[in-house]
Nanobody, 121 residues
Framework: QVQLVESGGGLVQAGDSLRLSCAAS????????MGWFRRAPGKEREYIAA????????DYAFPVKGRFIIFRDNAKNTVYLQMNSLKPEDTAVYYC??????????????WGQGTQVTVSS
């Protein structure tokens, strides 16, 4: 069983940066692609970014491309999401997820509980 715990959320102002972390336990995730998703109030959960098991391939959704960076430290069993130039529309609960596969396509089957990010204007 895999447990994922997100941290690093908080309240920031527009233009600020924030780094989210997702620590995994239960088994090594060095063979798993990892992803970040978010759910804004009143909206469906949306895909944000993903990284392959090796870290060599990353993928981003259009709204965050050029502002967010996903990276991982397999030695620490942790994946990160560096969020720069934050906008009020980035306000959401952010979730990390783990795949059973090494490629970014997913599917993502293990989910964390989420961490709240609020960006004020």
């Amino acid at each position: 069983q895999v447990q994922l715990v997100e941290s690093g959320g908080g309240l920031v102002q527009a233009g600020d940066s924030l780094r989210l972390s997702c620590a995994a336990s239960g088994r090594t995730l060095s063979w798993s692609a990892m992803g970040w998703f978010r759910r804004a109030p009143g909206k469906e959960r949306e895909y944000i970014a993903a990284i392959s098991a090796s870290g060599g391939v990353t993928d981003y959704a259009f709204p965050v491309k050029g502002r967010f960076i996903i990276f991982r430290d397999n030695a620490k069993n942790t994946v990160y999401l560096q969020m720069n130039s934050l906008k009020p529309e980035d306000t959401a609960v952010y979730y990390c997820a783990a795949s059973e596969r090494s490629v970014v396509d997913g599917p993502y089957v293990y989910w964390g509980q989420g961490t709240q990010v609020t960006v004020s204007s």
